[in-house]
C-alpha cells in the first residue's frame, strides 16, 4: 500500500469513527434502504465486529479518491471482499435481509400494499423477517398514510433547485431521465450525474471531482459509497422530499470538503 493510499484509509476511517460515535447524524438522514438497514445491522454487532466493518469501510472508500483506477480481480474475475464487507453484503442480499415497510423501496410499497405487510411475501423471505422490518421509520415515514412516493418531477424541481440556487451548479439535460451539473465546490471543479429515472429509486447520483488543474480527485464519489453501498435514494416520500433534498446538496458540500482533506493530507 502507497503512503498516500495508507494517509487517506486513515483519514476516512476516522471519519467513519467520528460518524459512529455521534449516533449516525448524517447517515440517519439519507432516505434510502440499505441505509437504513445498515444502520439496523450495525447497532447488532458487537464492538471487535463493529470495528472491523469501519476498518474494511475505509479501506474500500479509499480506492473512490485519486485518479481511476483498476481494481485487482481474483481468479474467479471479481474483487475480494474482507471478511466484515463480504459478511455484510451476504445478510443485506439474503432473502428477507430487506423488504417490510423499514426496507422496502416506497416505490414498490406504494404500487403493491401487499408488501406492507409480512403475508406479501414469500415463506423464504418471512423466515428471516425481524420485528424491525415493519416499523417505517419514524422521522422518514412518520405513518403509512403518508406513504406516498415522491415522483420525478418533484424530485428534479427540489434538486435544480438546491444545486443550481445553492451550488451554483450549472445543468445540463441528458437523455434518459439524467441531468448533468457542472461548476465547482470549494476548490473543486464538480461534474455531478443525477438520475431521475431509476426503476425502484427516486434518485441516483454520482459525483467527480477534479483539481483547478484538471487532475482527478475523486471519481464516482457517493457519501452512501464510504458506507458500502450506491448513492441510490428510495425512500423519498412526498412528506420528506423538500428537507432531504435540502440535506442532499449539503452533502455535495461536505464530499468535496473531504476530497481536499484527503488530498491535503495524502500530499504534506
Known amino acids: 500500500m502507497s503512503d498516500?493510499?495508507?494517509?487517506?484509509?486513515?483519514?476516512?476511517?476516522?471519519?467513519?469513527?467520528?460518524?459512529?460515535?455521534?449516533?449516525?447524524?448524517?447517515?440517519?438522514?439519507?432516505?434510502?434502504?440499505?441505509?437504513?438497514w445498515l444502520l439496523d445491522y450495525f447497532s447488532g454487532l458487537n464492538e471487535a465486529e463493529q470495528e472491523a466493518l469501519l476498518d474494511a469501510l475505509a479501506d474500500s472508500a479509499a480506492?473512490?479518491?485519486?485518479?481511476?483506477?483498476?481494481?485487482?480481480?481474483?481468479?474467479?474475475?471479481?474483487?475480494?471482499?474482507?471478511?466484515?464487507?463480504?459478511?455484510?453484503?451476504?445478510?443485506?442480499?439474503?432473502?428477507?435481509?430487506?423488504?417490510?415497510?423499514?426496507?422496502?423501496?416506497?416505490?414498490?410499497?406504494?404500487?403493491?400494499?401487499?408488501?406492507?405487510?409480512?403475508?406479501?411475501?414469500?415463506?423464504?423471505?418471512?423466515?428471516?423477517?425481524?420485528?424491525?422490518?415493519?416499523?417505517?421509520?419514524?422521522?422518514?415515514?412518520?405513518?403509512?398514510?403518508?406513504?406516498?412516493?415522491?415522483?420525478?418531477?418533484?424530485?428534479?424541481?427540489?434538486?435544480?433547485?438546491?444545486?443550481?440556487?445553492?451550488?451554483?451548479?450549472?445543468?445540463?439535460k441528458l437523455p434518459g431521465g439524467v441531468c448533468k451539473y457542472l461548476g465547482h465546490c470549494r476548490d473543486c471543479q464538480v461534474t455531478m450525474h443525477v438520475d431521475f429515472g431509476g426503476m425502484l429509486s427516486q434518485l441516483g447520483y454520482t459525483l467527480t471531482l477534479k483539481s483547478a488543474a484538471g487532475e482527478f480527485l475523486a471519481f464516482q464519489l457517493s457519501y452512501e459509497r464510504l458506507w458500502g453501498t450506491g448513492g441510490r435514494w428510495d425512500y423519498v416520500t412526498e412528506e420528506n422530499a423538500s428537507r432531504c433534498i435540502t440535506f442532499f446538496a449539503e452533502q455535495v458540500s461536505y464530499l468535496a470538503d473531504l476530497t481536499q482533506r484527503l488530498i491535503s493530507r495524502t500530499s504534506g
Open 4 to 36: 498516500s493510499r495508507r494517509d487517506a484509509v486513515i483519514l476516512l476511517r476516522e471519519e467513519l469513527a467520528e460518524e459512529a460515535a455521534s449516533g449516525f447524524p448524517r447517515l440517519r438522514r439519507i432516505p434510502q434502504t440499505d441505509i437504513i
Open 63 to 172: 480506492m473512490v479518491f485519486g485518479p481511476p483506477t483498476r481494481p485487482t480481480l481474483n481468479d474467479r474475475g471479481t474483487v475480494n471482499a474482507p471478511q466484515a464487507l463480504a459478511r455484510m453484503a451476504e445478510m443485506r442480499d439474503r432473502p428477507g435481509g430487506k423488504g417490510g415497510t423499514r426496507y422496502m423501496d416506497v416505490k414498490m410499497m406504494s404500487a403493491d400494499a401487499s408488501f406492507r405487510e409480512p403475508g406479501g411475501y414469500h415463506q423464504t423471505w418471512r423466515e428471516n423477517f425481524t420485528a424491525l422490518h415493519f416499523q417505517p421509520r419514524p422521522d422518514l415515514l412518520p405513518d403509512l398514510s403518508q406513504l406516498k412516493a415522491a415522483k420525478a418531477p418533484l424530485v428534479r424541481k427540489l434538486v435544480n433547485q438546491v444545486l443550481t440556487e445553492s451550488l451554483g451548479l450549472r445543468k445540463e
